[in-house]
């Protein structure tokens, strides 16, 4: 089983190689001058991820190619708005989305305060029109593994905080490589997310170890470790690293500060910006439905999320957590993480918007819901079974990965959805 689909590159333009997918162009990062015009290649969040022999890519490429016209068609037909019952306020928005106008913040706040159905329906239905004309069909699905659920911090609303009495893991060297292995052999994953606490009993030398032996795999290695030193990253960098996942979790420092003992936000942002400025594809977002939150807190957050300039973007609702400070929390609507979505959507219509497992506890079909108003890209979790039911952020039902796979893949096609890479 294949979840990105090889592209041939058709030209360098210096360090970007332009890939074509059936036609269609998009423009990846080349790491090194390993590749050359008429090659074969597999990309992953823009980036070179490894050459692939021509036989194996036309193989590939044999089986998808009626498969993913097919599948375009069902997307079209599927990002089609119907916006017959639109109160007109909400169309004039709308319609300067249309003319890929910037939308005011007043602008954002009002689309994210919308009520009815019909309101918030059509702006999913524009939200998902935005997706497809930046993007296609193309999906990205990514694998992870939470390699440590030990952390030295103690976040009020985090199911691993330090204080929780919590049966702790770490994952060997060998347990991490094994299951990695698995990811890439077994179920064809290109992209691997190495996640865990802030853990320093990994120490920088063993993390690079971690990741040089990740890459070789030939995998995209992602890592979401905290907020370790600007030092670790770039030394992970060197190693073969090229995407991270962080959070800054609320625009609000106060918010942040509180809830985060011990933290400062602005080092947070700094850390993000200097993540970017290394040149990783840098992953980032918040959380929505902290207490006190505010819809301006909201809107913010959507407006520093595409500040940040990140190539994904990754938020999810709050889950309370028993014995946690925020164990009492009221739980987030379901419409709320959509629309939010689709503003952040509407205000960065490049975005690579994740949908995140938090979002897939509050409703069955959160995630087909989160694909349709805007978002394009998952993650699978392929953390071994016996880890995983203890990497407890928050309360989540796991699957069998094998389970997890066939669902996911089946949900994509239905949405007419190929796993292509996202490209820049
Ligand atoms: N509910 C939802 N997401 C959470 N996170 C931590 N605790 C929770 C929770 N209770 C998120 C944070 C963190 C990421 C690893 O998990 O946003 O950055
Ligand atoms: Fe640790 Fe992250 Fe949880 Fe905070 S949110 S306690 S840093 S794992």
Redesign the pocket.
Known sequence: MCYAIPGKLARIEGSIGIVDYYGERRKILLDDNSVKPGDYVFAQGGILIRKIPESEAEEILKTWKEIFVELQQVDEALSKINANDTPDNVLAVLQKVNHRKTLTREELKALFSLKTTNECAVLYEVANHVRQRSHGNASCVHGIIEFSNACSLN?H???IRRDRDIQRYRMSVEEILCAAQRAVEDYGFNALVLQSGEDYSYDDDLLEFIVKKVRQLGVLVFVSIGSRSSKTYQQLYEAGARAALL?F?TSNPKLFESLRPGTKWEKRISLIEDIKNMGYVLATGF?LGLPGETIDDVVNNILLTKQLNPEMVSF????P?KETPLENSPKVEVDDVLKAIAVTRLADANANILVTT?LETLDKDARKRALLAGANSMMINVTPSNFKSLYS??DRNDEEIAESVVKTVKLLHSLGRAPTDLGR
């Open positions: 976040c609303y985090c199911g959070r979790e959380l999810g609702p709050l889950i957590v938090a952020i928050y």
